[in-house]
């Protein structure tokens, strides 16, 4: 995750790069940044409790804030000042998340005040794809050495995968995020694309069971 | 030709929604609807093309796995794609005829009953946002004074889509439409909660949340959110049988 971080500072117009896990239970945590000064930046939002990067994981939608001088005395009136300080200047955050199925947000810095171009608004979305498919691998335990090719990006548009998650969900008894989890896992383990699988749930031709 | 009177009806329905807690998921609902009562097409669905320029399902008229799968195969071809790419609408498409044009998505859409197809602009100025899409299960032509009013009603999902939140900034844009892409998924889930709980199908559950929504005057969006956060406030709708 610290990789893509880096990568994605060095690919985008961005000073800096950060990613944060975040729960409805619990402390959120600053999981990888591009540098430690960065990091830095990602961890002030915690400690006063507001900012772009929890904005985007509670609205679902990305936080543009690419003036944080003019953003800081409305949006935030305690972690604009501070992130200037840090010589942040504008701040994007993407939220990784499927549906409501959440699991945090990626935060773009810029020493410059200033919008992110479409094309790199691309980019940016891309790096928050992948980072939110890096999570999802992380948070399942099943060999993740094989069988990765037959799954392809947890995003792909397909309604059934979704409609899926809800199902298993109240099957199981379990948060949509944990039932992503589960419905990833199974199609590793299985080695099939996670479309059919998704399709086999919702045709109840398949039912993942209590326990893995 | 549709009726001036029942027409209008729609464009204050439409017009009215425009407020401040307009809700982009259940205004493309509506417009779907509308749309396909008023041309007695089988179907109407709104598709959003996102930041990547890869067009979404945003809404249908109805719910059918079969239609919504058509909609989504456009992402890659079809009427939908070739009018987002230039900007033009497709009319009067006779899908028997199209296999060559769109070997994908044509002989799905015929599998599906469907035999013509059009799709009208979600343009403002320059700009494509995305395409309106109907099927008709006959090969008559839509008459050119029906074109125009369709496009007139693909031309206030854009309007609508611009007004929220008075969007100047094509930050605004990106930060709306990615929030309704996520909740068009949100949907989906909801979906699958509530197929899971009362043991039916997705398309069922959309019926049942959609009269929900309907009979307690309750938007889409509030309702499907409530079904992942909160389902014990939905009664019936949450409550296995």
């Not at chain 1, 900012?51 to 935030?76: E, F, Q």
Request: hydrophobic share 45%; proline share 5%; glycine share 6%.
């Amino acid at each position: 995750m610290q990789r893509l971080c880096r990568a994605a500072s060095t690919a985008l117009p961005a000073t800096g790069v950060g990613v944060s896990v975040m729960s409805d239970q619990g402390d959120p945590a600053t999981v990888a940044a591009s540098d430690p000064h960065s990091a830095t930046v990602e961890d002030l939002q915690f400690t006063l409790g507001e900012g772009p990067c929890i904005d985007a994981y509670n609205s679902g939608s990305p936080v543009m804030a690419p003036d944080l001088a003019v953003a800081a005395r409305v949006r935030w009136p305690g972690y604009g000042p501070a992130a200037q300080e840090h010589g942040v200047q504008a701040a994007f955050a993407f939220p990784l998340q499927i549906g409501a199925a959440r699991l945090g947000a990626l935060d773009i810095y810029r020493d410059q005040p200033g919008s992110l171009s479409p094309e790199t608004l691309v980019e940016a979305l891309t790096f928050a794809d992948a980072a939110m498919t890096g999570l999802l691998d992380a948070q399942q335990h099943s060999n993740e050495d094989d069988a990765a090719p037959a799954l392809d990006d947890a995003l792909d548009n397909r309604f059934e995968l979704y409609q899926a998650q809800g199902m298993v969900a109240v099957q199981l008894g379990i948060g949509l995020r944990e039932s992503m989890i589960r419905i990833r896992a199974f199609a590793y383990a299985q080695n099939r694309p996670l479309g059919h699988v998704a399709d086999d749930i919702v045709a109840r031709r398949l039912a993942l069971e209590t326990d893995p | 030709m549709i009726a001036a009177e029942r027409l209008a009806q729609v464009f204050v329905e439409l017009a009215d929604t425009l407020t401040d807690d307009f809700d982009l998921i259940e205004f493309l609902q509506l417009l779907a609807t509308h749309t396909s009562d008023l041309f007695d097409a089988r179907a109407a669905g709104l598709l959003l093309a996102d930041q990547r320029g890869r067009l979404q399902v945003m809404a249908a008229s109805d719910e059918r796995a079969e239609l919504l799968e058509l909609f989504q195969v456009q992402a890659h071809e079809g009427p939908c794609q070739d009018c987002f790419t230039h900007g033009e609408a497709v009319v009067n498409a006779d899908l028997t005829q199209a296999h060559h044009r769109w070997p994908t998505f044509a002989p799905r859409a015929v599998a599906a009953g469907y035999r013509s197809v059009h799709a009208f602009p979600l343009r403002l100025r320059k700009q494509t946002y995305g395409a309106l899409n109907l099927f008709g299960t006959d090969t008559g032509q839509m008459a050119p004074a029906d074109t125009k009013i369709v496009q007139a009603l693909a031309d206030i999902a854009t309007i609508g889509m611009l007004q929220q939140r008075a969007i100047q900034r094509g930050d605004d844009l990106t930060e709306q439409l990615q929030g309704a892409l996520n909740t068009r998924i949100v949907i989906e889930q909801a979906k699958g909660m509530i197929a899971q709980t009362h043991a039916i199908t997705p398309d069922q559950a959309f019926n049942m949340l959609r009269d929900y929504c309907r009979r307690n005057g309750l938007p889409l969006t509030d309702v499907a959110n409530r079904v992942i956060t909160a389902p014990a406030s939905l009664g019936e709708l949450m409550t296995p049988a």
